[in-house]
């Protein structure tokens, strides 16, 4: 019975770990005198159940949130998502000038270390993990606007 117990939670491990390939995942650097910094990653779905992506954290920040980019009169604006839907089969690219992560009360000393730690959640209550590098603020195409 503890045989088969074994066997039934690797497997499950098995099939969480086999339904998301998150890739191209990084943080901006901090800018002087900010604690906001924006993430980006593309995460692929290659299972045969949607993924509702409802909340971020990060040991490194204070708050994570979705957001998007809209244009509106003429600016770039953002707005803040409560989730984000993952089809079977599909990708969900977050990129500078769409889909972001906000990272609000940024830790120096971590970024500044080089690389941060994200948990992505989903609605069924599964733990997503990226290891994100952080790339100079520099030399990361800056079309991401402040404006909220
Ligand atoms: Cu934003």
Redesign the pocket.
């Known amino acids: 019975m503890k045989y088969a117990l074994v066997l039934m939670c690797s497997l499950w491990s098995a099939i969480l770990s086999a339904e998301a390939q998150i890739s191209d995942a990084y943080v901006r650097g901090l800018i002087p005198g900010r604690d906001m910094s924006?993430g980006f990653f593309t995460f692929k779905n290659s299972g045969d159940q949607p993924i509702v992506l409802v909340g971020a954290s990060s040991a490194a920040a204070e708050r994570v949130e979705f957001?998007t980019s809209i244009h509106e009169d003429g600016m770039m604006k953002?707005r803040a998502l409560e989730n984000v839907t993952v089809a079977p089969g599909e990708s969900v690219t977050f990129a500078p000038g769409g889909n972001?992560l906000?990272l609000f009360g940024c830790d120096e000393k971590v970024f500044a270390a080089g690389h941060v730690m994200l948990n992505l959640q989903s609605a069924a209550g599964e733990s997503f993990h990226l290891h994100m590098p952080v790339m100079s603020a520099k030399s990361a195409h800056s079309s991401?606007s402040m404006n909220h």
Do not use: D, G, S, V
């Open positions: 924006a957001h953002m972001h906000m991401h």
